[in-house]
């Protein structure tokens, strides 16, 4: 069981946007830690996508956003392209693991 | 152009241990921590262990602790894991991982994997 959740699948029509929610705790994501988001296709390492929250690396299209609120965060993706379809990844850290947490993932299909 | 490249993966039986190792590239390893993430077949990421770029302090999620121990070299620019007393719950591709502030990490390594079994 991840610390923090996500749900197993999510789907869009290409154009469409969609969403991806991640729900933490008071001890990671509510704490006030960024919340960072991880795209990894088939066989590949995973790809950093939005990190503290809401930031995107060089490179990433604006089609990817991200947003926290709370003890939440989102990853909102629009414009749903066929390359998008992809294992997506949540990623905090934990004050009582004092490491790092990752959710347990969402793939994404286009439909 | 950063690279991050781990190797020492392969088969080793129940009860057994292996040292993995990362090789850097391109970045300058001791500004930075370094993660070991590990990800069994067909299952989600889990982190397993940070160093920070001094070498202390080190920590590491409970389903590793006091079998694995993560360690580095910066004059070799390298980062190191070693693994005992393996189960069959450890398979899984290892990713080597550079951590920036905040936590995230923004460089990964392709992975080597790790399969336990007799």
Known sequence: ?111 | EVQLVESGGGLVQPGGSLRLSCTTSGLIISTYGMNWVRQAPGKGLEWISYISNSGSPTSYADSVKGRFAISRDNTKNSLYLQMNSLGAEDTAVYYCARVRSGWHVDYWGQGTLVTVSS
């Open chain 1, 1 to 111: 069981q991840s610390v923090l959740t996500q749900p197993p699948s999510v789907s869009g029509a290409p154009g469409q946007r969609v969403t991806i929610s991640c729900t933490g705790s008071s001890s990671n994501i509510g704490a006030g830690y960024a919340v960072h988001w991880y795209q990894q296709l088939p066989g590949t390492a995973p790809k950093l996508l939005i990190y503290g929250n809401n930031n995107r690396p060089s490179g990433v299209p604006d089609r990817f956003s991200g947003s926290k609120s709370g003890t939440s965060a989102s990853l909102a993706i629009s414009g749903l392209q066929a390359e998008d379809e992809a294992d997506y990844y949540c990623q905090s850290y934990d004050i009582n693991l004092s490491g790092s947490v990752f959710g347990g993932g969402t793939k994404l299909t286009v439909l």
